[in-house]
């Protein structure tokens, strides 16, 4: 019975030194997972799920930097060990929505002051603390101007890199 024995391509694949190493030849490793097995995949879940999270882009807010319908992993935990820099990118809820109204809206914008900072925009470009600001990621020479604001304690200054089509803190 020739359909028992083992096929020509098996036995080339077997005898062929440079894949002898291959797991799959024992097929072993597919055994089903005992309870240690399924631990670490809730342990791994839950990791997952407390410390990050998937978003996409829906806007053009963060262009050229992030486009539209990019897949971002968002990664929660760090902002628990050190405070944010200057040009980190974060992801917020509004901060003009009041409670009860559509809790899923999350933002994505780069931080450009920190507390104690005062920001202008004027002459399409951002001044921080009188100093204007040299950045090579945004889309283009802002259009508007702000007036001098002063950023409180515990609070951020946050703009898009997109700086004439984003909802950020120029608005706010």
């Given amino acids: 019975m020739s359909f028992l024995r083992p096929s020509a391509l098996y036995n080339f694949l077997i005898s062929y030194p440079a894949l002898r190493w291959m797991p799959c030849q024992s097929w072993g490793f597919l055994r089903w ?20 999270e998937l978003r ?5 807010s963060m262009y050229p930097t992030l486009r539209v319908g ?11 060990i050190r405070s944010p820099a200057i040009h980190d990118i974060v992801t917020f809820k509004d901060p003009t929505q009041h409670s009860g109204e559509n809790t899923d809206a999350v933002f994505i914008k780069r931080i450009v002051a920190k ?9 399409g470009a951002l001044y921080i603390n009188g100093i204007a600001q ?6 283009g020479s802002p259009t508007y101007t702000t007036q001098l604001t002063y950023v409180p304690n515990g609070h951020v200054y946050v703009l898009g890199d997109n700086r004439n089509n984003s909802y950020d803190s120029h608005v706010w």
């Fill in 33 to 52: 997972p005992g309870l240690d097995g399924f631990f670490r995949l809730f342990v791994v879940a839950l990791l997952w799920s407390t410390f990050s």
């Fill in 56 to 60: 996409y882009i829906p806007s053009s």
């Fill in 115 to 123: 507390a104690g900072d005062t920001v202008e925009v004027h002459h």
């Fill in 70 to 80: 990019d897949r971002i992993i968002v990664e929660k935990a760090l902002y628990y």
């Fill in 134 to 139: 040299q950045e090579d990621f945004i889309a």
